[in-house]
């Protein structure tokens, strides 16, 4: 029988879901039956065995669909093996160093045992949606910043760990 993944993302312009996606595919190379879903989208937990949960960062926090998701789900989630990611600075720095979680996010891998946690470079490009986003842009402190060859070798890490269990 084939495991079965989610990987839920929370998102606001894109960049996030293009991550989730990319672990999709990554999981489904690897043998398993994997499906990325925005988070808001998602109604039931229990037709998956594991689960991905993805968040872009914002001022600090989490995406409000990814928090929302952990909450809604909290049952089901406590139940399966589970992964999280950011994706947010707007600089090297994610694929230089391990990036901590957000506090909030800290508590919520504490909160539900999480198997790990990755931070990964964030994506801001010209027509973003917010004003926050559009000074930023202004401000030339825009660029894409994720490592796809390190988001990949994160999912293969994910998927080694499901196929080892399986």
């Given at each position: 029988?084939?495991?079965?993944?989610?990987?839920?993302?929370?998102?606001?312009?894109?960049?996030?879901?293009?991550?989730?996606?990319?672990?999709?595919?990554?999981?489904?190379?690897?043998?398993?039956?994997?499906?990325?879903?925005?988070?808001?989208?998602?109604?039931?937990?229990?037709?998956?065995?594991?689960?991905?949960?993805?968040?872009?960062?914002?001022?600090?926090?989490?995406?409000?669909?990814?928090?929302?998701?952990?909450?809604?789900?909290?049952?089901?989630?406590?139940?399966?093996?589970?992964?999280?990611?950011?994706?947010?600075?707007?600089?090297?720095?994610?694929?230089?160093?391990?990036?901590?979680?957000?506090?909030?996010?800290?508590?919520?891998?504490?909160?539900?045992?999480?198997?790990?946690?990755?931070?990964?470079g964030g994506c801001l490009e010209e027509g973003a949606k917010g004003w926050v986003a559009r000074m930023i842009i202004k401000n030339g402190k825009d660029g894409d910043f994720r490592d796809f060859t390190q988001i990949e070798d994160w999912a293969r890490t994910v998927a080694?760990?499901?196929?080892?269990?399986?």
């Open positions: 029988m084939t495991t079965k993944v989610l990987v839920a993302y929370g998102t606001t312009n894109g960049s996030t879901a293009q991550i989730a996606e990319a672990v999709a595919e990554v999981l489904r190379k690897e043998g398993l039956a994997a499906e990325a879903m925005p988070a808001r989208t998602v109604e039931r937990v229990s037709p998956y065995d594991a689960v991905v949960v993805g968040g872009g960062l914002y001022a600090g926090r989490w995406h409000k669909d990814s928090r929302r998701f952990l909450r809604r789900h909290r049952r089901e989630l406590a139940e399966r093996p589970l992964w999280l990611f950011s994706s947010g600075p707007l600089d090297p720095s994610a694929s230089e160093r391990d990036i901590p979680p957000v506090p909030g996010l800290k508590r919520a891998m504490n909160r539900f045992d999480t198997r790990g946690h990755v931070t990964f080694d760990e499901l196929v080892a269990k399986g």
